[in-house]
Nanobody, 123 residues
Framework: QVQLMESGGGSVHAGGSLRLSCAAS????????MGWFRQAPGKGRERVAY????????YYGDFVEGRFTISRDNAKNTVYLQMNRLKPDDTATYYC????????????????WGQGTQVTVSS
């Protein structure tokens, strides 16, 4: 049984920082992808960042613009998203997601999802 548990959301002013955490339990394969999606009112679900276990490669949505960093602690089975220089447009619910295999697939192909954590950025 695989479970993803998110934490770290909150409310900050523009320019502030937050670190999101996603702790995974259970086995979803040695070759796997973990990452983050987000969804805000009036917008569809966006791909934020991903990391692939096979190569350690990381990927970011274009809107990140160098402000976010995704990392993984294999010993703790936890993935992090460090978000700096936050903007009001970053306000959204952030979801951790994981799957066995590669990262570059539709969000519907991700098997495991966290409950979501709210990020609110005020101007």
């Amino acid at each position: 049984q695989v479970q993803l548990m998110e934490s770290g959301g909150g409310s900050v002013h523009a320019g502030g920082s937050l670190r999101l955490s996603c702790a995974a339990s259970g086995d979803f394969g040695s070759s796997n992808c973990m990452g983050w999606f987000r969804q805000a009112p009036g917008k569809g679900r966006e791909r934020v960042a991903y990391t692939f276990s096979g190569t350690g490669s990381t990927y970011y949505g274009d809107f990140v613009e160098g402000r976010f960093t995704i990392s993984r602690d294999n010993a703790k089975n936890t993935v992090y998203l460090q978000m700096n220089r936050l903007k009001p447009d970053d306000t959204a619910t952030y979801y951790c997601a994981a799957r066995t295999g590669v990262c570059f697939v539709s969000s519907s192909e991700y098997t495991y999802w966290g409950q979501g954590t709210q990020v609110t950025v005020s101007s």
